[in-house]
């Protein structure tokens, strides 16, 4: 069993920006893909980056594509999204998700975090 919880959340201005982590227990995370998530007030969740289990292949969505950077490090159990230009559009909670025993991000999320909120403000 792969345990996450999310942290660095905040309020921050346009523009700004913040770091969220991704604290694993439990299992090791040599075998899962982690991902971020997010969903705001109103709209779907949706897939904010991804991670694969070796850290080599990343994936962004378009819209925080030059903005956010993924990274992980499996010794310490923790995976970290660096969000810089923080737009008021990038507000909601943030989730940390983990694939269950696949490398690959387009496995199927089975281990979720609690979420951490982000706000912010223009």
């Known amino acids: 069993q792969l345990k996450l919880e999310e942290s660095g959340g905040g309020l921050v201005q346009a523009g700004g920006s913040l770091r969220l982590s991704c604290a694993a227990s439990?299992?090791?995370?040599?075998?899962?893909?982690i991902g971020w998530f997010r969903q705001a007030p109103g709209k779907e969740r949706e897939m904010v980056s991804c991670?694969?289990?070796?850290?080599?292949?990343?994936n962004y969505a378009d819209s925080v594509k030059g903005r956010f950077t993924i990274s992980r490090d499996n010794g310490k159990k923790m995976v970290d999204l660096q969000m810089n230009s923080l737009k008021p559009e990038d507000t909601a909670v943030y989730y940390c998700?983990?694939?269950?025993?696949?490398?690959?991000?387009?496995?199927?999320?089975?281990?979720w975090g609690k979420g951490t909120l982000v706000t912010v403000s223009s």
């Open positions: 998700a983990g694939t269950s025993w696949y490398p690959q991000c387009n496995g199927d999320m089975d281990y």
């Open positions: 439990g299992f090791s995370m040599d075998y899962h893909a």
């Open positions: 991670i694969s289990s070796n850290g080599i292949s990343t």
